[in-house]
Every structure is written in structure tokens, then in C-alpha cells.
DNA sequence: TCTGTTATTGCAAACTTTTTGCATTAGTAT
DNA sequence: ATACTAATGCAAAAAGTTTGCAATAACAGA
């Protein structure tokens, strides 16, 4: 069985498939955010990189690959924005430890529904694109 | 009938209810706030109180109003905080316009059920405190 | 494989948002 | 009325993000 964060899709295929130069510092990027499964900042993505590649660099490739749905921002409260690589994995949402950052991250999202619910309700909107979801709590060892 | 937004309690007393100084500033504030109805950036109260108030004052006054529950803070995607009044509203959330950042609310929030099935399923996390949503499309304005 | 074109990158600087230190002001309890 | 201390304004710093430009490297076509 493959690993649950492993896609069958090469970051190298996932970044041609969307017209983008396959560069080495893409590819080591994503490879990074494909292994590490969870979202991480820009600062983090920097230090795991050892510096390899500038922050500039960094915000400009991952806004770009947020464009092309590669990869997704994720708004965790911590003052910083967080990429995820979404390739092969199922739309989810995470809870966040309010302490000391952890993530899990939850399989079901049962917006669907609600968000067409809402549709249907809103005066100001004929269409729902998006939405951001993510709970927050203390995770079992800040809690003590 | 009340206005949707009017609370019968006013900022005054919300603010001694929670140990507050009961301040012109803060009252000036929190009554912008409660007759907006909607969540406002800082940038937007500061001009909105003509300057009355040094954004430092906004950033710190919000930040303790938040902390004490009377006000809410909700990320639109801007880049910048937005604050709304909530003493006397129902918990709910918003669909935010990604072209003019036009908002409207929702009334309802089906995430209850959702975050006690999330809290059983959790193996980093024994209690959700609380979560962010918000949803993103393009407003009737904007879509032609 | 070589070559020209152009997307991509690094570096430095600018810009925006938010935080902090400190002296002054203004609420509040007595 | 007075003393105590939270709250405020101002200026500066910190943190996060964006931008301009020259140098580099990926890709398509020969």
C-alpha cells in the first residue's frame, strides 16, 4: 500500500500538466510539501529548503501554484500564510492547536451541502466557490 | 420591533460586564461597530473614527475585546483583520466577495454537529474551542 | 546538440500590517 | 479630591509580503 501523503503523480508531471517549467527548486518544493503532508509557512518551507531557494522566490512559485490548484493556502491564525500539496488528496480541513501549532487533519467536510443551502438563500450571491474551514483547540499534550 | 443589529445592552455596559475601563474610545468603537453589523478592518474604523483613535489603540483595544469574546475576529482573505461586534448575535458566518469584499451573513452554522464528530474521531485532540469559516464567490455586482 | 526566447530566480529595496516601548492622559475606587 | 493604574498617542521597530531588475536556466525549434 502506498503511503498515505504519496502520489502516484510526480511533482515534475503535476507542474508540466499545468504548464509550468519543472525547475528544481519547484520540483524540491513539492516534493517537500507532498512528503511533509501537512501545511507548512514560508518560513519553514525556507529552513527545510536550508535557504536554497529565496522567500521572494517562495511567495511568487507557491501563489502561482495556489492559482493552479497545486497547492492550497491554509489560514491557521498564526499570522503567517501555509501551503499544502493537494494533488491526490481529498478536499479536507485541519484542527489546529492553539498552543503549539499542530495539525490534525479531518477527512470529512460536510459543506457540500450546507454550502448549497446556502446558495440557494443568499440575496447577494448566485455562486459559492470556496470556503475556508478550520477548528481550533488544544491538542493533548498542551493540555496538561 | 429592535433593529437586527441593535443590542439591547449597550457597548457601556458590555465593556463593564468585562472589566473593561469604560473609555470614550472604546465606546465610540464598539457602537461603530454594533451599528455596522459587519466586520471591519482596521483600517476602515480608523478612518471611520476619523482618526480619533491611533491605529496602535485599535490594534491593542481589538485584540483584548477578542480575547473577552465581545468582539470577533474574521479573516476575509484581505490580508488585513476584520473585527465584528457580537454581544446579542448568533454565532454565525459570512460569504465574502473575492472581487469588491462585499459580505453577507449566514444565519446558520450546521458545524456543531460536525466538530463533536470531529472531537471523537481526533487522536491529537480531546476539545475544539472554536473555528474559522468563511465562504468566497463572487457577488451579483461582480459576476457580470 | 546547439541556439534563441522567455519563464524563473536571487538580491535588494519598498511596502503593508502589526507589535512594542515609553511618557502622558484619563477612568475608577476610596 | 486624590491616588492608583489601565488606556492612549506617538514614534520606532518588527514581521510578513510584494516588486523591480538584472542574471540564470528551462524549453522549443532548428
Redesign the pocket.
Known amino acids: 500500500m502506498l503511503h498515505k501523503h504519496t502520489s502516484r503523480v510526480s511533482p515534475a508531471d503535476v ?2 500538466a499545468h ?8 520540483t524540491k518544493l513539492l516534493e517537500l510539501l507532498a512528503r511533509a503532508g501537512t501545511p507548512l ?3 519553514k518551507l525556507h529552513t527545510l529548503l536550508r535557504g ?10 507557491l ?2 501554484l495556489a492559482a493552479a490548484g497545486i497547492v492550497q493556502r491554509a489560514d491557521m491564525n ?4 501555509h501551503f499544502e500539496y493537494t494533488p491526490g488528496r481529498e478536499h479536507h480541513h485541519h484542527v489546529v492547536c492553539t498552543d503549539c501549532g499542530t495539525v490534525e487533519d479531518i477527512d470529512e467536510c460536510a459543506l457540500d451541502e450546507l454550502e448549497h443551502k446556502i446558495t440557494k438563500r443568499a440575496k447577494k450571491f448566485v455562486h459559492i466557490s470556496s470556503h475556508n474551514l478550520e477548528f481550533f483547540g488544544q491538542c493533548v499534550g498542551c493540555s496538561r
Open positions: 507542474l508540466r504548464g509550468f517549467r519543472v525547475t528544481t527548486g519547484r509557512s514560508i518560513q536554497t531557494q529565496d522567500q521572494a522566490t517562495l511567495y511568487r512559485t501563489t502561482d498564526t499570522g503567517t500564510a
